[in-house]
Antibody
Framework: VQLLESGGGLVQPGGSLRLSCAASGFTFHNFAMDWVRQSPGKGLEWVSV????????YHTASVQGRFTISRDNAENTLYLQMNRLRADDTAVYYCAKKTCSGGSCNSPFDSWGQGTLVIVSS | DIVMTQSPATLSLSPGDRATLSCRASQSISNYLAWYQQKPGQAPSLLIYGASTRATGIPARFSGSGSGTEFTLTISSLQSEDFALYFC??????????FGQGTKVEIK
């Protein structure tokens, strides 16, 4: 399993970024995928999940209405569109694979990407 | 949200020592508990799931126990590569799935 994130960088408050996660080494369309972020002040924080089919998506309350998770199963790629970014969104963002297919399934994260750093600052 | 509390924040031990890390959930999570290891500059990696099942390739010196609200990760004899940050995570109740704040196992 390999997960490779990209798209992070420095952005001003109120700006947008789109993160990507290229997946390989497993049958991507069979598994739910998540984004998890890590910042020094808040530790590890679950952000978003999408079911294997893409039909179900859920976001943590602090990003609801600003972030959108999506996936392209033909391209084996996971995305996170981040709009109206705030300083407290600054973190390393990881994509992580679940062991099940549903958006609400109870599963640990069995594989993680190396992360991409997002810095929101003026 | 379910709050996960880990203790201690830092554990200072020597190679060969036994390490005992604790994780407490603010409400019962049955055995829906995972442990992750994170080394500097790396992503977390799955060690234990279902409170006590080792992930693929994880050495037998790592063991997990507990259910309900109290959980323990034990490293029976610390190797040099085990000095790292360890997180617990509940995947019983969502959203959100939640993590503990971490325990750093450092060389004494």
């Amino acid at each position: 399993v390999q997960l490779l994130e990209s798209g992070g960088g420095l952005v001003q408050p109120g700006g947008s970024l789109r993160l990507s996660c290229a997946a390989s080494g497993f049958t991507f369309h069979n598994f739910a995928m998540d984004w998890v972020r890590q910042s020094p002040g808040k530790g590890l924080e679950w952000v978003s999940v999408i079911s294997a089919s893409g039909a179900e998506t859920y976001h943590t309350a602090s990003v609801q209405g600003r972030f959108t998770i999506s996936r392209d199963n033909a391209e084996n790629t996971l995305y996170l569109q981040m709009n109206r970014l705030r300083a407290d969104d600054t973190a390393v963002y990881y994509c992580a694979k679940k062991t099940c297919s549903g958006g609400s399934c109870n599963s640990p994260f069995d594989s993680w990407g190396q992360g991409t750093l997002v810095i929101v600052s003026s | 949200d379910i709050v996960m509390t880990q203790s201690p924040a830092t554990l200072s031990l020597s190679p060969g020592d036994r390490a005992t890390l604790s994780c407490r959930a603010s409400q019962s999570i049955s055995n829906y508990l995972a442990w992750y290891q994170q080394k500097p500059g790396q992503a977390p990696s799955l060690l234990i799931y279902g409170a006590s099942t080792r992930a693929t390739g994880i050495p037998a010196r790592f063991s997990g126990s507990g259910s309900g609200t109290e959980f323990t990760l034990t490293i029976s004899s610390l190797q040099s590569e085990d000095f790292a940050l360890y997180f617990c995570q509940q995947y019983y109740n969502w959203p959100p799935w939640t993590f503990g704040q971490g325990t750093k196992v450092e060389i004494k």
